[in-house]
């Protein structure tokens, strides 16, 4: 048996987050337990042949000064600014990112329906996140864009969502500004990715390796198989962790289903939907359009976003070379199929020409990418986050809280957590 004051599971940009700002309070009788034989989670970056790979595409948006501060302690001169050049390719038109503030880029027929749409909208419908775009936006922008981009992302139509998420998210200019973009380009950048951050090596997974090279207590290739919360107690690979505190940043379903003797709470895990993210890799010789990322929201593309991973820096891959991120519904099946599919709508679309050389390319499943904001969710987060923090069991991160948020979150709430932690000490 071992025993810690604090046992943090999942060694992510979270994990790391919380077991490094307990340190910084002068708390070091912790255990951070990662499962995989290198931290860092879904933030870690992979090099293969010359090239970075991130878990699809991984840009730093840093809002607050405390994220900026820290990010930029950790990466030093490891770190760039990137303007965004990001599009939606629809049908055959090509639309600057966020579509609803580039509507001049639609064809005739297109323009008319947004402009249509936003001279009758509706107000007063009851909450969802498709009644949300209605109000905000018009039907026809709604029918251009938001619905068939998220019905591919999230795997529902927009009306079994909540619009709980959309703040950060989703750009939402004045009915005026929204009138002026039929006919003009807006004044600034819009939207919370107008510019991001990015190391210069090393991909995503450079500010990883530095937060975790200042964690002491990390252990890799420990998987937690099982809690006793009345006991507090996890089986921890082969042994055994006695703990006052918990901290968890598994996905939360996988949480629940670990815990002994807790029906009731591992019945909720059934309550929380997520969709899952297929990710193609592909490295190809040749130079072609540089660009961000491309959304996709045409039903017959099989993806919904194509990034530019060399884009975001020069060292991403040879100079020679470019590589792309290409996002899927996780419901796919990788394979041959699906990869000439792919191919078809890539060289179509002129993303990838004929000229390109294919180098090689590698497939990444995401099972609970994006916490599905359903008519469940917030209510069985909130009980579930309640009976377990009576218990001394604090849940953070992105899927221990089962939201959708930025790396810069996971920073933040690793912090917060700790303070917790520190407050809720027995002196
Ligand atoms: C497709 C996609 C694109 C994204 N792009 C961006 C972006 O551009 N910008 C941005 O700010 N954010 C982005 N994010 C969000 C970002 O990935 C998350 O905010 C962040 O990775 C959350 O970190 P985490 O530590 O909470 O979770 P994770 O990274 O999931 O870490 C959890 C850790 O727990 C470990 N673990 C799991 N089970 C066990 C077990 N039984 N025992 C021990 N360890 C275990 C896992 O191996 C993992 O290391 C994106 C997310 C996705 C899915």
């Known amino acids: ?14 994990g790391l987050s919380t077991a490094y700002h307990l340190q910084k309070l002068g ?3 912790y255990l951070l337990v990662e499962k995989e034989s290198q931290p860092g989670g879904l ?12 878990y699809s595409g991984h840009l730093l ?9 820290l990010v930029r302690e950790l990466l030093a001169n490891n770190l760039r600014r990137v303007q965004r050049n990001a599009w939606i390719f629809t049908g055959n038109s090509q639309v600057p990112f966020p579509f609803q503030a580039h509507l001049y880029a639609l064809p005739e027929k297109e323009r008319q329906l947004c402009a249509q749409g936003l001279r009758h909208l509706p107000t007063k419908l009851p909450s969802n996140f498709e009644n949300w775009c209605l109000q905000s936006f018009g039907k026809g922008i709604y029918e251009l864009f938001f619905r068939p981009y998220n019905t591919k992302l999230w795997g529902v139509s927009p009306k079994y969502l909540t619009c709980d998420w959309c703040g950060p998210f989703v750009p939402r200019p004045s009915r005026a500004a929204l009138m002026r973009s039929l006919t003009r380009k807006p004044s600034r950048p819009i939207g ?14 450079a500010l990883v390796e530095a937060l975790a090279k200042r964690v002491l207590n990390l ?4 998987r937690v198989s099982q809690i006793d919360l009345h006991r507090k107690t996890a089986r921890v690979g082969r042994k055994m962790v006695q703990f006052n505190h918990l901290v968890n940043t598994l996905p ?16 909720l895990a059934n309550r929380l939907q997520a969709a899952p993210v297929l990710v193609y890799q592909l490295a190809v010789r040749g130079k072609g359009k540089k660009f961000s990322w491309i959304y996709c929201p045409d039903p017959q593309d099989p993806f919904f976003r194509v990034g530019q991973q060399s884009s975001f820096s020069p060292n991403n891959a040879p100079s020679d070379c470019r590589s792309f991120y290409v996002e899927l519904p996780g419901t796919l099946q990788p394979g041959k199929t699906l990869e000439k599919q792919i191919w078809t709508a890539l060289l179509q679309k002129g993303i990838i020409t004929r000229c390109d050389k294919k180098l090689f390319s ?63 000490e027995v002196l």
């Not at 252990?219 to 420990?222: A, D, E, I, M």
Request: glycine content about 8%; some cysteine; hydrophobic content about 35%.
């Open 43 to 54: 933030c870690r970056s992979i090099q293969k042949e010359g090239f970075t790979f991130d």
């Open 362 to 424: 590698f497939w990444q499943m995401i099972p609970h990418a994006y916490a599905r904001y359903d008519k469940n969710r917030a209510r069985t987060v909130q009980t579930i986050a309640d009976k377990l923090a009576v218990r001394g069991c604090y849940l953070a991160g992105r899927y221990g809280n089962w939201e959708y948020s930025f790396m810069e979150t996971s920073l933040l709430q690793g912090r917060e957590t700790a303070r917790k932690l520190v407050s809720t």
């Open 61 to 69: 948006h840093l809002h607050t000064p405390y994220g900026k501060k």
């Open 192 to 205: 919370y990715n107008a510019w991001f951050y990015y190391p210069q090596s090393g991909g995503c997974g």
């Open 219 to 222: 252990r890799t290739n420990l």
């Open 252 to 267: 939360l379903p996988n949480f629940l289903k670990l815990l002994k003797n807790e029906p009731r709470l591992s019945q």
């Open 27 to 29: 708390r070091t009788n």
């Open 1 to 14: 048996m071992i025993y810690v004051d604090t046992l943090i599971l999942g060694g992510g940009l979270t």
